[in-house]
């Protein structure tokens, strides 16, 4: 794994050292699986949700599947990111189609969410990963990941202690808004 780490600027190295992915295996997948408050935009009301989360490193994929509600009416909600297209569909009570969203700009979109989730789930999984790396000051790396005939980047941003604390990218917008995703 050292070979590896040797063409990381700096900031990369010590983000992967503190995350403790140095001398272990690499990882081919991962799940998450969280519970939270959501909403749909800044004055849309919160709704309660679980949520799982597959991803997959070789090639790179994502399934993410939310289950929420807001006002007894439950939603299922479902992004994939698997070869070289995403959707992103919501279903209401599981049955009746709310939205249903493909083609290239979901699947520029999702890339970023692919590229985030990736440096923020599973650090390890960049050195396998179409990832580049360029310093751009003391606290700031600008990533670069490509797939699928997408490239995506954003300016991380790490504390002293070397840890991740902020993912800014201008490749996909908040649909409702239409401002840089964090």
Known sequence: ?????AALPP????????????GRLHVRNTHVRFSAQMRSSATSPWMTSTANEYAFFDPPGRLFAIQASRDGIPFDVLHEYIDSAATFR??????FPMVNLSG???TNHETVTVMNDNL?????????????????????????????GFTVSATLTFDAAGDLVGFRSSDRSHGREGGPAD
């Open 1 to 5: 794994m050292e070979a590896d780490l």
């Open 120 to 148: 923020a789930f599973a650090p390890a999984a960049v050195l396998d990963l179409p990832f580049t790396f360029v310093p751009t000051g003391e606290h700031t790396v600008r990533a670069t990941f490509r797939n699928v």
């Open 90 to 95: 919501v279903r209401i009570a599981g049955i």
């Open 11 to 22: 900031l990369m190295l010590t983000y992967l050292r503190c995350s403790g992915v140095v």
């Open 104 to 106: 290239p700009v979901m």
